[in-house]
């Protein structure tokens, strides 16, 4: 049967609503005025899938070194080495202490240093703590080829949150060598992303040692912490940069629905929980507004949710149909999703969701030095796989 796929636009009014909420007797005016456009796709896959390697334990995030590693977090257990396309059965040595493994929380991103081919240098996002207090912390360490040497934590996340729910912990390096740190608002602690005395609910700008740029937006400001790059964000798990554009794209957890992907601004506001196209896990409305002034608009919304992680904008010459196209991966879809940008409104729309018929919980999604997409299946025997272009019909 040929599978139905939902397109949001950008800046439409209200999100759309899960399958038991449209079997009520009586929608409310909110839920009549959320319908979701439904496009039918094409059942064939635009491109073809590789198995790389098995055996991954809970893999979140993977890294490409110049000298051909592959660099893959394991969410539980530590950094794992894929080599001359071999995966290293041993983690790494030298990764981060008291490292927080429970549910969400864990190991993270790893991204390398802008300088790595010189110093060797690598980033690991993890939550650091207990289950009554724990936060996300930056490791950064040396990577030898054989282990993590002369690591130490160079930042932590305040305040403390309990619970390992929404952790946030994706790294992106920008051209300036600074780094942005994605931190989620502690699934209990939502209305702290509004609080700009806290990290939580935030994207975070820092030096590679850890410390403050001088021209964060909220240096200086009373009240303030000058880390904060952005705000009112709720559980991002997607960030990415187009080398093209210079354009910085986040996309992060809505509550049930409202998942949203945003271009990202400094100082700006994304207004959880002030607005948000989702309602309640419970099916109670959080906010009557979707939109608001002083709040960014999102510039694409999936209701129902995704669940997305990992993002990628794809530049290369293995898909060249593919430029510009941001991909997505989704945890509930279970699938990889691409969106195309309309060049006259600046809105995104799904051209596909793939491989949904592998059932496989879709965790990172990069484009490799090869021009391929590689991605990670987030389950406990976890594989690394990778798209290929599929050959032209005889």
């Not at 959880?272 to 196209?277: E, I, S």
Request: proline share 7%.
């Amino acid at each position: 049967m040929t599978p139905f796929l939902s397109i949001v636009l950008a800046l439409s009014c209200g999100f759309g609503f899960h399958a038991e909420a449209a079997q009520s007797p009586a929608p409310t005016a909110r839920e009549q005025a959320v319908a979701i456009e439904r496009v039918e796709f094409p059942a064939v896959e635009s491109a073809g899938l590789e198995r790389i390697a098995d055996g991954l334990r809970w893999p979140w995030s993977l890294a490409f070194t110049p000298d051909g590693d592959i660099l893959i977090t394991e969410k539980y257990a530590g950094v794992r080495v894929m080599r001359a396309g071999k995966l290293r059965a041993d983690v790494l040595p030298g990764g981060p202490p008291n490292v927080f493994a429970k549910a969400d929380s864990g190991l993270l991103d790893i991204a390398l240093d802008p300088g790595f081919s010189q110093n060797r240098l690598v980033y690991i996002a993890f939550a650091e703590g207990d289950e009554n207090a724990n936060r996300t912390a930056v490791w950064r360490a040396r990577y030898d080829g054989q282990g993590l040497t002369d690591g130490r934590v160079i930042f932590r996340v305040r305040p403390d949150k309990a619970a390992p729910g929404h952790p946030g912990g994706r790294i992106l390096f920008l051209p300036d060598e600074t780094f942005l740190l994605t931190v989620g608002d502690g699934f209990t602690e939502k209305a702290a992303a509004q609080d700009l005395g806290s990290h939580l609910g935030k994207i975070l700008r820092l030096t590679r040692q850890g410390s403050v740029p001088p021209d964060n937006p909220f240096v200086g400001r009373d009240g303030a912490l000058p880390e904060i790059w952005s705000y009112g964000h709720r559980n991002p798990q997607g960030l990415t940069r187009d080398r093209v554009t210079g354009d910085v794209w986040e996309h992060e957890h809505g509550p049930r629905g409202g998942d949203e992907i945003n271009l990202l601004r400094a100082g700006a506001n994304y207004g959880w929980p002030l607005v948000t196209h989702g309602i309640d896990y419970d099916g109670t409305v959080i906010t009557e507004r979707a939109f608001g002034p002083g709040f960014e608009r999102s510039a694409f919304f999936w209701a129902p949710s995704i669940a997305p992680s990992g993002l990628a904008v794809y530049r290369g010459d293995a898909f060249p149909d593919w430029q510009g196209m941001l991909l997505a991966g989704g945890l509930v879809s279970r699938s990889i999703v691409r969106l195309r940008r309309g060049k006259e409104t600046g809105l995104f729309v799904e051209e596909e969701r793939m491989f949904g018929a592998m059932k496989k919980r879709i965790r990172d999604i990069r484009v490799g030095p090869d021009g391929r997409i590689y991605v990670l299946t987030d389950e406990e025997n976890g594989v690394l796989l990778r798209l290929t272009p599929k050959a032209p019909p005889s």
